[in-house]
């Protein structure tokens, strides 16, 4: 039999906020294992002590941020109209039954004004993250290394080509010393001294750049297989112990992912006091000053196997020289001596160049062959961080190899995937690169704690 309820005299219950949050939500769980009081300490220089009109509590102001990230509201209008009617809400923030929800205006004002450049995010994510690190949940000795990219708040209407002055080569120095250094250990071998190149000047070259008007800061990211446009680059670092990110850097969408690699990697290391004893990355990663400076702070590198692709047209290659390491020559099939000759400076790399006299080889029988109708000389390049980079890559193929891909592809890739689709990393809703650094470090903050809570459960 169908019943209808008829209009009834609302009652008056005594209830308090308390009752009316699930003992298992994910916001009693977040309160119990952060204690929040320690954003007091490092906002303290931002507010007056003696003047104004009393503010927002700061941790009010945070929590209404995390309270986005964590369940995937990107508009801070949109958070203010949820906590006026959801009750874990506003216990989170303290806040009782007939309180009014913070202002989406007051919050937005705060993190632009008052809180930006200040660091504040980045604290609060590196919090959590010693925090995992006291609970033993990330140790840093396997980390993977990848970078998403981020659509920038910046129409393609406002897009145009600026001319702009750009240093040609940011390693220089550092193969400069290389280069030095490798210089001495002939001579002190007492083998013949190669001769001295000219050294490489950093000079600034007029390119031409896609910018955007809207947000300069963003840069034009084209990669194959991904969406063109104005992007900015996620970094992240994530230990293999429950995912934990450990590290965030944010970057416009042109930059080359390798270029903050080894900075970010110290930054752990000094910063968070862990010792990297394994680290993996995709295959833009894998450039040679990388593997020569993380083999020099002891890290195992690992990175997808790479291709040997036949170079040049002749038919002798490489593998076809005999290495004579007493003597620091190569032997030709035709059984002529290669000296080392110079070292040869690019724009990414030195190597040492071994050359055979121009006479020998145009006499030579083999010369077809080895050489071609244009060429007058053999020369082979010798990379002088390829001993190397050969063994960071002797692991390819094994079963560790195989382990440490397949966990980076869950954790670095699991992680974005997860970020984009649950925790606002899918576009920006700000502009310019602090902006995009600190909603980069929110996203993985909200993610740590959901994984830090699993962990712990």
Known sequence: MMTKRENQQIEMHLITIEDLVPTDHLLRKVNDIIDFSFIYDEVESMYCSNNGRPSIDPVVLIKFLLIGFLYGINSERRISEEIQVNMAYRWFLGLDILDKAPDHST??????????????????????????????LADGKL???????????????????????EV????????????????????????????????????????????SKTDPESGFYKRKGKAEGMHYLSHETVNSNNGIIIDVAATAGNVPDSKPYIERIDYIEKNLGLKIQEACADSGYDTNLINQQLSERDIDFYTPERTEQKRGTTEFQRKDFQYDEEKDVFICPGKKELPLHRLNRTTNTVTKEYRCPKAMCKECPLHSRCIGERGTDKRIQI????????????????????????????????SFATQKARHNLKFLYRRGLEAAEQQCLLSSTALNLKRMIKAMA
């Open 168 to 211: 040609t080569n940011e390693y220089l120095e550092e193969l400069d010393q290389y280069e030095e250094a490798v210089r001495n250990q002939l001579e002190a071998e007492g083998k013949s001294k190669p001769v001295r190149c000219r050294k490489w000047k950093e000079k600034a070259e007029t390119n031409n750049r896609r910018e």
């Open 143 to 165: 980390v993977f290394t990848d970078s998403t990219h981020i659509k920038a708040n910046a129409s393609w209407k406002t897009e145009y080509i600026k001319q702009t002055e």
């Open 107 to 136: 919050i937005s004002q705060n993190r632009r004004r008052r809180f930006n450049g200040s660091g504040l995010f980045r604290s609060i994510f590196q919090k959590i993250v010693t925090i995992c690190i006291e609970k033993g």
């Open 383 to 414: 990379n002088i961080f390829e001993e190397v980079v050969k063994k960071n890559h002797e692991k390819d193929g094994t079963e560790r190899h195989a382990k440490v891909l397949l966990l980076r592809q869950i954790w670095s890739e699991g």
